[in-house]
Every structure is written in C-alpha cells, then in structure tokens.
C-alpha cells in the first residue's frame, strides 16, 4: 500500500481525534452526535497510523511529499 498522507496531515488528523476524545470524556458531545464523532475519530486515527486515505485515492489526492 503507497503512502499518500504527508506529515501535516497526520498530525492534524490525530490532534482533530484527540479533541473528540477529550470533549466526550468531558460530556460535552453525547448521544448520537457522541457516537458519529468518535466513529469519525476513530477513522482519522487509523487512517492516520498507516499513512493511508482510500477517500485519497478516490480522488487522486497525494499529500505525501515526493521524494
């Protein structure tokens, strides 16, 4: 599988999961807003840990730089 997530785009992914994490733990986001974001979170963390987007490739989109 080729990688086609840069750096920035990792880190904004997991810091965007975090903060759902945080606001559900807090009790800030519930009920079925609270279950679509985690899922949300969920995919931005995984996508974000194999570097890898098939919503990306879809779209042709590569933010990995070349190298």
Do not use: H
Not at 58 to 63: C, D, P, W
């Amino acid at each position: 599988m080729k990688k086609n997530m840069g750096g920035a785009d990792r880190i904004i992914r997991i810091i965007i999961a975090v903060v759902i994490g945080i606001l559900y733990w807090q009790g800030i986001i519930e009920g079925t807003l609270a279950y679509v974001l985690m899922a949300l979170a969920a995919v931005f963390l995984l996508t974000s840990f194999v570097s890898f987007c098939p919503l990306y490739k879809l779209v042709g989109l590569n933010t990995c730089p070349r190298r």
